[in-house]
């Protein structure tokens, strides 16, 4: 049997800490599917359709991984899809209150579906997609930070 995991997020953007976590956790699962949320309450820079297109500009080389969106509960879209797992990254203690009650709610809708954490690793700890648009903002280089799909996105955008 396949083991498929949903790494689902904001993603608004991709950033090099997110595609560690994921370059990372595509060798532990046969199959991996990207999962953007889209959460009509919270403001975005990027249109769902543009988050899409920049992770599939960064996922060149990564053969098992997928893309895809959702407007509904992501334990919901795991179960749909095969998906026992679900993979979150943690970059530091901040990270854990959010993540142990998304968890907990995950949990309470479908005690079957599991998540796995990978720590982000050093270099990475500090990236954020907030972070990436303030520095964007003020005029930062951020090309160390973010794959080219989402530089050009930001060009386009201006
Ligand atoms: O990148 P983020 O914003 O930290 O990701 C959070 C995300 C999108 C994984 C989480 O909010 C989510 O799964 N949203 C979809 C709706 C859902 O399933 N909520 C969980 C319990 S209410």
Redesign the pocket.
């Known amino acids: 049997m396949k083991r498929i995991a949903i790494y689902?997020?904001?993603?608004d953007p991709i950033t090099n800490g997110h595609l560690d976590i994921l370059k990372r956790a595509s060798k532990a699962f046969d199959e991996i599917i990207v999962l953007v949320?889209e959460?009509d309450e919270k403001h975005s820079r990027f249109t769902v359709k543009e988050r899409l297109e920049m992770i599939e500009g960064a996922l060149k080389g990564i053969e098992n991984v997928k893309v895809d969106s959702t407007k509904g509960?992501?334990?919901k879209y795991a179960k749909d899809h095969g998906a026992k797992f679900l993979i979150r990254g943690l970059r530091a203690v901040s990270d854990f209150e959010y993540e142990f009650t998304?968890n907990a709610?995950?949990e309470y809708?479908d005690h079957d579906i599991d998540t796995v954490y990978f720590m982000s690793t050093i270099g990475h700890n500090f990236i954020s997609s907030s972070y990436i648009d303030s520095l964007y903002s003020s005029g930062v280089d951020i090309t160390s930070l973010v794959p080219k799909s989402v530089v050009e996105m930001y060009k386009q955008k201006k």
Do not use: D, Y
């Open positions: 689902p997020g904001s993603f949320a959460n509960l992501t334990v998304l709610a995950n809708i």
